[in-house]
């Protein structure tokens, strides 16, 4: 179904050129100056010709830190937390260097190990638990319960990357920090804190947070992941499985609708305070990220955009937008995963088309 009046066969025939590179199905919401385009490619099940359902769900993998961030910060304007203040304050116990703070947590400067693993700038790779960088130990433990304090412990267990501060590198052991610190200071469970800030004011009844569950609601196209067993390829339906082993560096699933909803409240200030908003938006250096959402320019023509993106074992979500939260772009994608990030390359090249089109008027030439 398409919630459009008018045609837009540029954002069709973009959709379809991604499909082409690779991607199983992609489902695309664009609001702009036009009005709301929806439209989708691709199929939801490998052997089937459906397509993925307009408004599915999906797991959008790190857009879940764009909501946990949001939630921080609500608890930083409700006065029960303070940006600055020593994460250790909040979460004794782990032993965290005195000088992390909780800005630095959700801007990915505190140096902490990622328990996924970490990739070094001399191309060595340190592995964490089993994530999906680990083929067939992935799949076969894929409805483990993971407790977040597990996660957490596992990467303190590890040399820090950095001195808090000092350097900015992506660790989902920020956000499973962040989850533990809204936990202890509000005494209820994060999924609460989620519906009490942010879903429910917002009526996103397609967003949930889960903890261990490894149900998906329908309607949803399916994820699939790849890997090698006894010298054999194979590949296996992931769309269930139990998500507690990424936890809130990536487990909530939503939909195109949802995340428009969502992130158009949060920029447009019905989620924040200005001061605080400002702040959230405000980029470090190293990698444009500011406190969970990155912030690019897109292309010639195009602006400053608000954005966070996710992939989670075979499901994909992109999240952008202008500041003010007029114009957006959200779109949820399947496809089939495996331990080397084979689709990485094709999805971030049509990624960058996509972006352009909508933000951009389609001027910027693709780059290569």
């Known amino acids: 179904m398409t919630f459009s009046d008018q045609d837009r066969p540029e954002l069709q025939k973009i959709i379809e050129e991604v499909v082409d590179s690779g991607i199983t199905g992609l489902t695309l919401r664009v609001h702009d100056e036009r009005g709301e385009w929806v439209g ?55 032993g965290l260097d ?51 304090e597990e996660l957490v412990r596992l990467a303190l267990s590890k040399p820090a990357r950095f001195a808090p501060g000092t350097d900015w590198s992506y660790s989902n052991t920020n956000y499973v920090l962040l ?27 397609g967003t949930v947070a ?30 269930r499985q139990n998500p507690s082993w990424i936890s809130s560096g990536g487990d909530m699933i939503s939909t195109t609708q949802d995340l428009h909803t969502f992130i158009s409240a949060l920029l447009g200030g019905k989620l924040l305070p200005a001061p605080l908003l400002a702040e959230m938006c405000t980029p470090h250096p190293v990698a444009g990220y500011g406190l969970g959402v990155f912030v690019q320019e897109a292309g010639e023509n195009g602006g400053t955009v608000i954005t966070h993106n996710g992939g989670m074992a075979g499901h994909g979500a992109l999240m952008y ?16 995963d495996d331990a080397t990030l084979s689709l990485a390359e094709a999805f971030q090249k049509a990624t960058q088309r996509l972006v352009e089109e909508v933000f951009g008027g389609g001027q910027t030439a693709p780059t290569g």
């Open 321 to 336: 937008s202008t500041p003010d939260g007029r114009k957006t772009l959200t779109a949820t994608l399947n496809y089939v």
């Open 40 to 94: 989708s490619a691709g199929v939801r099940e490998l052997g089937e010709t459906a397509k993925p359902p307009a408004d599915g769900h999906v797991r959008i993998g790190s857009n879940t830190k764009t909501f946990t961030a949001t939630v921080v910060l609500r608890l930083v304007a409700e006065g029960v937390i303070k940006l600055d203040d020593p994460a250790d304050d909040h979460l004794p116990g782990f």
């Open 210 to 239: 889960p903890t261990t569950q490894p149900e998906i609601p329908e309607p949803y196209a399916h994820a699939y992941y790849r890997y090698e067993e006894a010298g054999e390829q194979k590949i296996v339906d992931v769309t």
């Open 179 to 205: 989850r533990l610190l809204i936990e202890k200071v509000t005494g209820r469970p994060v999924a609460e804190e989620l519906r009490r800030l942010v879903l429910g004011p917002l009526g996103l009844s």
């Open 98 to 148: 005195r000088r992390i703070t909780v800005r630095m947590l959700l801007q990915h400067t505190s140096g902490v190990f990622n328990f996924t693993g970490e990739y070094y700038d001399d191309g060595t790779f340190a592995p964490g638990i089993p994530a999906t960088t680990a083929g067939q130990e992935w799949v076969d433990g894929r409805f483990t319960t993971y407790l977040p």
